[in-house]
């Protein structure tokens, strides 16, 4: 499991992350260990709210790909992670991947 945190360090991201993880997964009755979590907080730019490049140009991509719509506030930041991953190698061609868009338009529109 892999979450790219854009407001909080990994660090204290963790928690939470494990605590969600483990809730999700007793709906199918099964349990995880927390050491299958991988935090990632490169992707967080000099503060929360901050654009970054590499945001950007995943909301391009994504919006031209797939006209999905995406805040450069959370969501991007995280599509940029997963973007990340498959060029470095993290996540291998041909594997399945499940992206959560969460929301978080306003700064669209702003």
């Known amino acids: 499991v892999r979450a790219v945190a854009v407001a909080k360090n990994a660090f204290k991201l963790r928690k939470q992350t494990y605590f969600l993880a483990a809730q999700t997964a007793a709906v199918f ?7 299958i979590l991988h935090i990632d907080d490169s992707y967080r730019g000099e503060a929360y709210g901050a654009e970054t490049n590499d945001a950007l140009e995943a909301q391009r991509l994504f919006a031209m790909k797939e006209g999905l719509v995406l805040d450069t506030v959370y969501t991007a930041k995280a599509a ?24 978080g338009s306003p700064k669209l529109f702003a």
């Open 29 to 35: 009755n099964t349990m995880i260990e927390e050491s």
């Open 80 to 103: 940029a992670g997963l973007l990340g991953d498959v060029r470095h190698g993290k996540i291998p061609p041909g594997s399945t991947v499940v992206f959560i868009h969460t929301g």
